[in-house]
């Protein structure tokens, strides 16, 4: 114990005698001692009885002496002079405690309880009334002298303490209690003029609620309502007045609905509805709600759930008032019921009220004006103006009110930082609709003026040719590439049209000039437009050059290709000849007749390609290349010819190299073309040839089941085989994986000789 731990138990077997648990609270109780009681006095005599008397009051009045203020020792001392029914003992020391503390309700009411024990109920009236002259605003003691009065059935002394109450205004639980008391003796007249007087000093509106209700109770309907209107006049019709005054409408409408006066009710709902702000009435509308399901027809009941979307629109425009994917749900919802009140016949003036309520939600929404100058805010907010535009066009008709929600956007949106062609689109249509093509020209020359767009070009051309306005078409087409001549669809659309136009020169000079361009986006498009229009003339020739222009700048491997492939396949005949034949068989259909191709052009231009691309060491083009020509002389050529192809395939080497960064020895797969490996080694080149016809001369005894025609040394066999000259080639060449495997050996250690 001395280091603050436990003891060691030593032993821990079990005792020899067990003690539990109940024993040892038994135990405990048996030892306790006893607590000390004062010894019971009994008094024999008045003269004991007068001793014990005046050695208690002497204890009191010195505990008083000591603590004055102390209530309790008063309430103590007076409480034991009424048990000794010393009533006038008992009063003077109530009195010497009010003169202490004469506020104290404990006091009081202990003063009262022990007149009315001893049945002294003048002397309890008399206490009452004092105490609730000097404390008014204590309502437990006016309760307990009502209570006293109304219970010595003294009804007109109950009425009269409730008069002078009442004059303090107390709360609701005071008017309450004096209603309540009238009614138990059928007081009901008296009871409504206590409604009256209360809601005269506390008119609230569920205290005219109460009122109503009673009146109800009573079945005075015409009381009730005059009681419902009574209030409503009095809270008239200011927005803070009608929305404090929600609980009594809902309460008169339900009193209606009650009495199954539905019209009654629903016009009411409508009146609160209408005066009340959509966001504060929400527990109205579902009221209201409520009454259409149960007693409305469908129509009314649609518009009830219209009326609390409304209610859930204005409260997230709250929250948000540049939330426009809110703004554009709440116009679809109005212009939603405009058209149903259209379908279902409506009068002009509910028309022309739905319509105002579309009106007021755009023009609500078109006042939240995007912040800043960024065109990403300004996105969304367009399409309010043109869904309110489009609004009035087309379901109210009211042109005039449309064209001018167009020229107010216009001036609106900031055009030197930013524009929207579809505006300006959408506005030119609107005058055209109108057939006002002046205005519309005038609007589409002021956006390009103004900030031209390639959007806006495109729109305005696109109106022209439907106006069949050629002339300005070319006009426009000027302009639109005066202002972007990197554009190649531009000049694409721009040869097109004079192309359908028949103007095949006006055609081809446009395309001349728009490949002459320096700068250009997607040249390749536009290249390859001019190449399918002269091929369609059948310019061949024309055709030939512009691919050789083409390659000269580019080189790509896919000019090559199609260079190639448009010098072996046939093109139509040239137009001219064309509209000979057409003029000459007017009443017969023809096909058009082709020129055929040139296969030996195509073979040269594929020559050229390989070793253009060979020059540049261009390996993946080169296999692109060798592939198409492959395919290319399979279809035009001759076996030697596709031999010959085949022999220029490249094989997949593996080679060794160090990394500079690393320098460790890496392997990497490369492509090793025949021609490329008899220029650089041509000493172990020979060697590979003599090796691989070795082995194909191994391959020819065996079965050809499993061979492939090539394999991954084919180039290199066939190399071989052109140097031997060979009759002929044997189609199946067997080379299976060790014989694979030898071949890359022996062609890494003939390149190995040739290092050395």
């Known amino acids: 114990m001395q280091d603050g731990r436990a003891p060691r138990v030593k032993n821990r077997a079990p005792a020899a005698i067990q003690i539990t648990a109940e024993q040892i609270l038994r135990e405990a109780q048996e030892r306790q001692e006893p607590t000390f009681r004062a010894p019971k006095q009994r008094v024999e005599d008045f003269e004991e009885l007068s001793e014990y008397q005046g050695r208690k009051r002497k204890e009191f009045e010195e505990r008083i002496r000591r603590t004055r203020g102390n209530i309790k020792e008063w309430l103590q001392y007076a409480n034991w002079e009424a048990s000794q029914n010393s009533f006038d003992r008992s009063r003077s020391v109530f009195e010497r405690a009010l003169d202490v503390d004469p506020r104290s309700i404990q006091l009081w009411l202990s003063y009262t309880e022990m007149e009315l024990k001893s049945r002294n109920v003048q002397h309890a009236r008399n206490l009452f009334d004092r105490a609730v002259t000097l404390l008014p605003r204590v309502d437990q003691l006016w309760y307990k002298y009502v209570y006293l009065e109304e219970l010595l059935q003294n009804v007109p002394g109950a009425r009269q303490v409730f008069e002078r109450w009442m004059q303090w205004e107390p709360d609701d ?37 109460k009122w109503a209700k009673f009146e109800e109770e009573r079945v005075r309907m015409d009381k009730a309502r005059e009681v419902f209107q009574t209030a409503l006049e009095f809270f008239g019709d200011e927005e803070e007045q009608v929305e404090k005054a929600q609980a009594v409408f809902g309460a008169f409408a339900k009193m209606e609905t009650r009495q199954k006066e539905y019209e009654r009710a629903r016009v009411i709902y409508k009146f609160a509805l209408e005066r009340i702000p959509r966001s504060k009435s929400a527990g109205l509308y579902a009221s209201y709600t409520k009454f259409e ?67 007021e939600v755009y023009e609500r929404a078109v006042a939240q004006v995007p912040p ?15 869904d309110y535009a489009l609004f009035e066009e087309i379901e109210t008709k009211d042109y005039d009110r449309s064209r001018q929600i167009y020229q107010t956007i216009v001036k609106l949106v900031p055009h030197k930082q930013f524009t929207f062609a579809k505006l300006w689109l959408m506005f030119a249509k609107f005058e055209v609709r109108r057939l006002d093509l002046p205005a519309a020209r ?15 070009f495109k729109g305005y051309i696109e109106l022209e040719v439907e106006l069949r306005e050629f002339d300005r078409v070319r006009q426009l087409y000027q302009k639109y590439l005066e202002f972007d001549p990197s554009n190649s669809a531009a000049w694409i659309k721009y040869a097109e049209l004079e192309a359908q136009l028949q103007d095949f020169a006006r055609t081809r000079a446009i395309f001349k000039l728009g490949v002459s361009q320096s700068p250009l986006s997607m040249p390749e498009i536009l290249w390859k437009a001019y190449i399918d229009f002269e091929i369609d003339e059948g310019e061949r020739d024309n055709t030939r050059d512009l691919y050789e222009k083409l390659v000269a700048q580019s080189g ?47 073979r040269q231009v594929f020559e050229r390609g390989y070793k253009d691309l060979k020059e540049r060491s261009l390996k993946n083009e080169r296999v692109v290349l060798l592939e198409t020509w492959k395919s290319f002389e399979e279809t035009h050529g001759t076996p030697d010819d596709v031999a010959k192809v085949q022999s220029m395939m490249p094989i997949v080497s593996k080679r060794r190299h160090v990394d500079q960064e690393t320098g460790q020895t890496v392997e990497d797969w490369d492509l090793v073309f025949a021609d490329d490996e008899r220029e650089a080694n041509p000493t172990s080149f020979k060697f590979l040839q003599m090796a691989h016809a070795w082995k194909r001369n191994q391959a020819a005894g065996t079965t050809s089941g499993t061979s492939s025609a090539g394999g991954m040394l084919s180039g290199f066999v066939a190399a071989a085989s052109a140097a031997a000259s060979a009759p002929t080639r044997q189609e199946d060449e067997t080379m299976d994986a060790d014989g694979d495997e030898a071949e890359e050996s022996d062609a890494a250690s003939s390149r190995a000789d040739d290092d050395d």
């Open 173 to 209: 639980k005071a008017w309450q209690a004096y209603i309540k008391m009238e009614q138990r003796y059928n007081e009901q007249d008296r009871a409504s003029a206590i409604y009256e007087r209360w809601v005269a000093v506390r008119p609230d509106p569920r205290v005219w609620v």
């Open 442 to 456: 005038k609007i589409l020359g002021a956006a390009i003026g103004m900030c031209p767009k390639e959007a806006l």
């Open 556 to 602: 790509h491997v896919k000019v090559w290709i199609s260079y190639a492939l448009f010098e072996g396949e046939a093109i139509p005949i040239p137009r001219a000849e064309r509209e000979e034949e057409e003029e000459e068989d007017e009443d017969e259909e023809q096909e058009v007749k082709t020129a055929p191709g040139d296969p030996i052009r195509a």
């Open 293 to 359: 399901k149960q007693h409305g027809t469908r129509t009314t009941l649609e518009n009830t759930v219209l009326g609390k979307r409304r209610i859930q629109y204005e409260e997230e425009l709250a929250h948000d008032g540049r939330n426009y994917d809110v703004w554009f749900d709440y116009a679809r919802l109005e212009e939603g019921a405009w058209r149903d009140l259209k379908e279902e016949g409506a009068t002009t003036e509910e028309m022309d009220a739905a319509a105002g309520r579309v009106r």
């Open 372 to 386: 800043g100058g960024e065109k990403r805010h300004w996105r969304r907010y367009i399409f309010l103006w043109l």
